[in-house]
C-alpha cells in the first residue's frame, strides 16, 4: 500500500538552513503537502506543491520535489526557534482523496 | 483563513461512558475526515465523508461512529469509552478530493 516516511527528529542552530525530507511510495500521488503541528495544537497547513511541479518557494520555505526518486523536500531559511514543531509530509492519491501522513520529523532549533 | 472547529478541546472521562466529539466548519467544503494520532506518532484516517449521508471507514480501524447530516457538521462518537481510546482526534475538511485540508486544533482525549 502507499507509504510515506520521514526521519523522525532534526536538530538545528537558530539561523541555520533546515532541511526536512520525506520520501513517498504512491506514483500517482496528484498533491504532496507540509503540515506544521506545534506542542499540543492541530495541523496548520504549510505549503503544497503539484505533482508537475520540481520546485515551490515561499518566503522562508522552500519544497522540492524529485518525482523520479519520490522525494520531497521542505527547507527552511533562517530558522528560528519558533520553527521548533513537527512537520508532516503528506501526500494525496487518487482513492478518494484521502491524505497518507509519514510519522513526521520534530524539528528542534537551539539558540 | 480556515474555518474549522473542534469541541472539546481536551475531554478527561472515565471507562464505559458515550462520548461525542464535535467538529463543524463553515466553509461549506464536502469532504470531511476524522485522523487519530497517538503521541509522537503517525496520523491515521479513522473516517471520512464525501457529502451529507454519506460516511466512509478509513484505513484504521475505530470503534468510533460517524454521522453527516448536514454539511458543515460531522460528529465522531465512542458509545463507550476505554482506555485504550485514549489519543488526540483531528478532524478535517476540503473543498474537494485532492484539495488541502483545513484542520481543526483536535481534541485531546483521555480515558481513565
Known amino acids: 500500500g502507499e507509504d510515506v516516511e520521514q526521519s523522525l527528529f532534526l536538530s538545528v542552530r537558530e539561523g541555520d538552513s533546515s532541511v526536512i525530507n520525506c520520501t513517498y511510495t504512491?506514483?500517482?500521488?496528484?498533491?504532496l503537502y507540509w503540515y506544521k503541528q506545534e506542542p499540543g495544537a492541530g495541523l496548520q497547513l504549510l505549503t503544497y506543491i503539484f505533482s508537475n511541479m520540481d520546485m515551490k518557494q515561499d518566503q522562508r520555505l522552500t519544497v522540492l520535489l524529485n518525482k523520479k526518486d519520490k522525494h520531497l523536500s521542505l527547507r527552511i531559511a533562517d530558522t528560528q526557534t519558533g520553527d521548533s514543531a513537527i512537520y508532516f509530509c503528506a501526500e494525496s492519491n487518487n482513492q478518494g482523496g484521502k491524505l497518507i501522513f509519514g510519522q513526521g520529523t520534530e524539528l528542534s532549533v537551539k539558540p | 483563513e480556515a474555518d474549522i472547529y473542534q469541541t472539546p478541546r481536551y475531554l478527561v472521562i472515565g471507562t464505559g461512558k458515550k462520548i461525542t466529539l464535535e467538529c463543524s466548519q463553515t466553509m461549506g467544503h464536502d469532504k470531511m475526515y476524522w485522523y487519530q494520532q497517538d503521541p509522537g506518532m503517525e496520523l491515521h484516517l479513522i473516517h471520512y465523508?464525501?457529502?451529507?449521508?454519506?460516511?466512509e471507514k478509513g484505513d484504521l480501524s475505530s470503534e468510533s461512529t460517524v454521522s453527516r447530516i448536514r454539511t458543515e457538521h460531522f460528529p465522531l462518537t465512542l458509545e463507550s469509552a476505554r482506555p485504550s481510546h485514549t489519543s488526540q482526534y483531528l478532524c478535517?475538511?476540503?473543498?474537494?478530493?485532492?484539495?488541502?485540508?483545513?484542520f481543526g486544533s483536535g481534541t485531546q482525549l483521555s480515558v481513565l
Open positions: 465523508s464525501y457529502g451529507v449521508n454519506s460516511t
Open positions: 478535517a475538511s476540503s473543498r474537494r478530493t485532492n484539495e488541502k485540508l483545513f
Open positions: 504512491d506514483s500517482s500521488s496528484t498533491y
